[in-house]
């Protein structure tokens, strides 16, 4: 009886994606708070970027059967 664990271990794309989408959205937020447009606009580039290599990596889990 295993522990488990290997079923739960996200491919590196899903964890690198959900952090960019972190990033992202805080980088929007301030720049809504602070009136930044750019900073803005780079919070929401940075969390669609975020979402692509979120999704990348949950057709990898899919392929790998996780």
Not at 15 to 33: D, I, N, P, R
């Amino acid at each position: 009886m295993g522990t488990g664990r290997e079923e739960k271990i996200m491919d590196k794309d899903r964890l690198k994606g959900s952090a960019k989408q972190a990033a992202g959205s805080v980088k929007e937020a301030a720049g809504k708070l602070t009136g930044d447009a750019k900073l803005q606009a780079e919070g929401k580039s940075e969390k669609a970027a975020g979402k692509v290599q979120n999704a990348v990596g949950g057709v990898k889990d899919a392929v790998r059967g996780r």
